[in-house]
């Protein structure tokens, strides 16, 4: 094909495109006479992005935990996107979700390995100075991560083990959302009363979570891995990777946090609480809630000792 062929191929796909959406094709093109060539700093919106690092405090290190965090983030919602490909794939393969699912949890092995960064990268004693610049924001309140559980489980596996047998199906979500496994680390349910770290939490976050409930109530990792055809949920290498999921996010991933926050909260130096004032060994350790996304997939021996001697 030459250069005037390949031209005009090119011409009939623009006008196809267009024609499809109902757009005139001479439109778009005599819009390109006066657009702007993109430049690596444009498309990646660079100067932006380096302007949301604001520090509260003249401590140099505090840059590195607001940079750190921020990035989390970030990778949390490229793991957000790769979810909801899976949830909203017509034609769902075994190929497609185990592509997707190790996509995901190498998102997460790289957040695993990540925690040095902040462990071996701050010093205590600055970090133990402009912690207190946070009370009451805490880590606790990723709004992100807390989309990661919704859209990877069942409901019924995120709400605490002391509520389950109270809950099913038919359980509004209002209620549900009550009874969530990390509703422990903010409330007091001796009195009922919740901290600020949840109070602010629900308040910014609440209604985002109830409509994105009912949206993966029936599109979440594990009840698109149950559509699936009987002999694709017995696919070994499919299953090796929703496991390596389960186990990165819920036991590897936690642990490494866990233990990064260990190394400063109880450094001696500080009293011994997280910014927000939950109860954090109990809420991050995975022994103690057994967060398990897809327990079917464990044997009971497994499921008992989970987050055990680690």
Do not use: C
């Not at 009939?12 to 700093?41: A, R």
């Not at 919602?77 to 769902?92: N, P, S, T």
């Not at 559980?149 to 209620?175: C, G, M, Q, V």
């Not at 001796?190 to 409930?213: P, Q």
């Amino acid at each position: 094909m030459n250069d005037t062929q390949n031209f005009d191929e090119i011409i009939k796909q623009l006008q196809e495109k267009y024609t499809n959406i109902d757009q005139d094709t001479d439109d778009h093109l005599y819009g390109l006479l006066y657009s702007k060539p993109i430049t690596y700093w444009d498309y990646i919106q660079t100067d932006a992005l380096l302007n949301l690092q604001i520090q509260r405090t003249t401590l140099p290190d505090e840059m590195v935990f607001i940079a750190y965090h921020q990035i989390n983030e970030l990778i949390f919602k490229m793991i957000l996107w790769e979810i909801q490909q899976v949830a909203e794939k017509e034609g769902l393969t075994v190929e497609f979700f185990e592509s997707k699912i190790m996509r995901i949890s190498r998102y997460f092995d790289m957040l695993t390995t990540s925690f040095n960064i902040m462990r071996e990268g701050m010093e205590i004693e600055q970090y133990m100075k402009f912690r207190y610049t946070l009370t009451p924001a805490s880590g606790f309140q990723s709004a992100q991560y807390r989309m990661i559980e919704f859209a990877s489980t069942e409901l019924i596996n995120l709400i605490d083990y002391r509520f389950r047998k109270t809950i099913d199906r038919n359980t509004p979500f209002e209620h549900a959302f009550e009874h969530l496994y990390w509703q422990a680390a903010g409330k007091d349910y001796a009195t009922g009363k919740k901290s600020t770290l949840l109070v602010n939490f629900e308040k910014r976050y609440k209604g985002d979570f109830i409509r994105f409930m009912q949206t993966y109530n029936t599109k979440n990792l594990w009840t698109r891995f149950k559509e699936l055809p009987k002999e694709d949920q017995q696919d070994e290498d499919l299953v090796k990777a929703m496991r390596h999921f389960d186990y990165t996010v819920n036991i590897t991933w936690v642990m490494a946090h866990y233990n990064a926050a260990r190394h400063y909260i109880e450094s001696g130096t500080g009293d011994g609480e997280a910014t927000g004032g939950s109860d954090w060994k109990k809420y991050m350790h995975p022994k103690y809630q057994k967060r398990i996304f897809f327990p079917e997939l464990w044997s009971e021996q497994e499921l008992e000792n989970w987050g055990e001697n680690i």
